[in-house]
């Protein structure tokens, strides 16, 4: 029975530790345009965190959208827009609300996803997170054809600093061997080319999608190029209707909506 006992209580200490690695964190935004569902990554810590202390304490609470672009994304949340007058601009940011990235490889921009603004790289270069206001991706639907171009300009100076580095030296030798032995051309010319890879993929800001990322884009759509630039923590599961509702608003020029859209509330469930 002592056996059993120690068994059973083993079982449980499993089942329960699998059953915190599985739960999920959801939030509800609700907003003048309606509302919107959405779960937090647990393997992004330290936003979903921030992200929570934030909504328990009511800060997202009364501000606006203060930025939205059709296929693109729309952004709310700062307390700057709280009771902004019309046509103000708004959405500044607070960097003393600023963490570290996590970006990881699994969580991208397809449309819905629940992300992290940020200061530019020239006052930012860690690409620290602002999470006193937060965005959400909406996007387009890209053809392969079209992520495919996307690649090739987003890498293209890595690539020439690569090519320059590994292909150029030694371009005589691969067109001799072309002509004499096919079998070492091919060897080196795939060696260069595994270097050419290497080098773009360590190059900062890269883009090389993977099946996942090129799956979601090519379906529901989203914006690859700001993949590995902002921390993805969370994603839209219900309402993706009111982020394209917002999404389309009229705005003015500094992309405000010309009427205001309120995040009424931000609660954890």
Known sequence: MKIIATLTAAMLTIATALSAQTTQTTVVINTDAGTMKAILYPDTPNHLKAFVEKAQKGAYNGTLFTRVIKDFMIQGGSADSKNAKAGARVGI???????????????????????????????????KSDMSQFYIAQGKVYTEEELDALESQHNLAARTAAVQKYREPLQ?????????????????????????????????????????????????????TLDGEYTVYGEITEGLDVLDKIAAAPKDSNDRPTTDIHIISVTIE
Not at 176 to 190: E, F, P
């Open 93 to 127: 940011g607070d960097p003393a609300s600023e963490i570290l990235p996590e970006f990881l490889p699994n969580h991208f921009h397809k449309k819905g996803a629940l992300c992290a603004p940020r200061r530019p790289d020239e006052v930012n270069p860690e690409k």
């Open 172 to 224: 005589d030798k691969l067109d001799d061997l072309r002509d004499s032995d096919i079998k070492a051309y091919h060897q080196l010319k795939d060696s260069i080319d595994a270097q050419i890879k290497a080098a773009i993929l360590a190059a900062p800001g890269h883009l090389l999608l993977s099946k996942e990322q090129r799956d979601a884009y090519t379906t529901v759509g989203g914006v690859p």
